[in-house]
């Protein structure tokens, strides 16, 4: 039987009305958004940072304040989310906390520290991108909650078996936005004849959104 994760130690506030804050659908494909509050010490006492991390579902985000301020770890990020989202402990590995942007989106292991790499971000656009100055200079990068690239297909497979479905639920729904995502930015190129297929195969993969549109 699927557990959901213990909530984190911070205050949790997650949104989900479509529309109403910025996602990771727009301005084709990413928007930069300063996701932090100043982390800034005074002595050795360290302030508190506000981190917001979207999903790719649309308008869905979670953002929470954590007491560790810029020494926040991927690792306390990902629990506080997938707390939040209440998704099974079973899943935990299947996704992971990204760190993007429209011109670089990096999968951040669970040691990495996001509030610093906010700071070095245009160094890596310079180093890891062909992106021009100017556009290195206006870009800021967002925190998204994503398909972990080093989850095995034949797990994830697992997720839609009929007796953990319903548990696993929240999951796919998360996975098949970010299907969608990549697909619909052409970030998976298909045949034409791919396309059709995918669309015509949606509502028996996805029963609960048909639900929704009731």
């Known amino acids: 039987m699927a557990t959901a994760l213990p909530p984190a130690p911070a205050e949790l506030d997650i949104h989900r009305a479509p529309g ?25 006492r360290v302030k508190p940072v506000t981190l917001c991390v979207f999903t790719m579902k649309e308008g869905e985000s979670v953002q929470a304040v954590y007491p560790s301020g810029r020494f926040t ?32 989106q990096l999968q951040l292991k669970s040691y990495h520290l996001p509030c610093k790499l906010f700071k070095k971000w245009k160094d890596l656009l310079s180093q ?10 206006q870009d800021e990068p967002i925190l998204t909650f994503q398909r972990n690239t080093f989850f095995p297909l034949k797990e994830e497979r697992k997720m839609i078996d009929p007796k953990k479905k319903s548990e696993n639920e929240k999951a796919i729904d998360l996975l098949y936005n970010e299907a969608v995502f990549n697909v619909t930015k052409t970030r998976y190129p298909l045949e034409e004849t791919d396309y059709h297929e995918l669309a015509g195969s949606k509502p028996p993969l996805l029963p609960w959104n048909t639900r929704e549109r009731d």
């Open 20 to 44: 109403a804050e910025p996602s990771p659908r727009d301005a084709g494909g990413f928007v930069g958004l300063p996701s932090t509050s100043s982390a800034a010490t005074t002595g050795t």
């Open 73 to 104: 770890t991927v690792s306390q990020i990902h629990e506080t989310v997938m707390a939040a989202l209440g998704l099974p402990s079973e899943v935990v590995d299947c996704f992971s906390i990204w760190l993007s942007s429209k011109h670089l």
């Open 128 to 137: 890891y991108t062909n992106t021009a100055y100017d556009d290195i200079c």
